[in-house]
């Protein structure tokens, strides 16, 4: 039995190994650096409502992402553009919404790249947005993802298809 088109993400409940298996199946969405605790971000770890197995911070995550050849993406464009529920829908079952997906994760993981990377992932995170933009097939949103990815390392935000 199969349910197409339902979203499904990963919590920190489950271990890393079976989240990087997730991701090789398919699974394209998961939480990371997660508390569980009530207000647990401005707090210590006290009482959790539930284990976490994975502990890894997010830039412990990202680095892994990266390393398995995937492409790290903190992309809200979809919802902010209004593309939820049924207009959703129109894209994604002819698979129109991947051409949406890449160009707003390379400029999102770009983003997270200038602003917070602090350690040695800075090469294959530039090999990995290389590598991705060459898989965008439309050369004319090939291009003006170069150009966005341009305005990302001057010092732009928040740019978005």
């Given amino acids: 039995i199969a349910v197409p088109y339902t979203g499904l993400i990963l919590s920190t409940r489950e271990s890393a190994a079976l989240r ?5 199946i398919g699974i394209s969405q998961a939480s990371a650096g997660s508390r569980t605790t009530t207000g647990g971000y401005g707090k ?8 976490v197995q994975d502990e890894r911070n997010l830039e412990q995550v990202i680095q892994d ?4 050849g995937f492409l790290p993406s903190f992309c809200t464009a979809c919802y902010r553009k209004g593309r939820t529920g049924e207009a959703f829908m129109e894209l994604s079952k002819p698979g129109q919404i991947h051409k949406f997906c890449r160009a707003n994760g390379l400029l999102t993981f770009a983003e997270y790249m200038q602003d917070f990377l602090t350690n040695g992932l800075r090469k294959k995170g530039e090999e990995t947005i290389k590598f991705y933009l060459n898989k965008i097939e439309d050369k004319a949103l090939r291009q003006k993802t170069k150009e966005r990815l341009a305005e990302i390392y001057k010092g732009k935000r928040d740019l978005y298809f």
Avoid: W
Wanted: proline share 6%; hydrophobic share 30%.
């Fill in 44 to 51: 210590d770890k006290e009482q959790p409502q539930f284990k």
């Fill in 65 to 68: 992402v990266v390393k398995d």
């Fill in 20 to 24: 990087k298996k997730a991701f090789h």
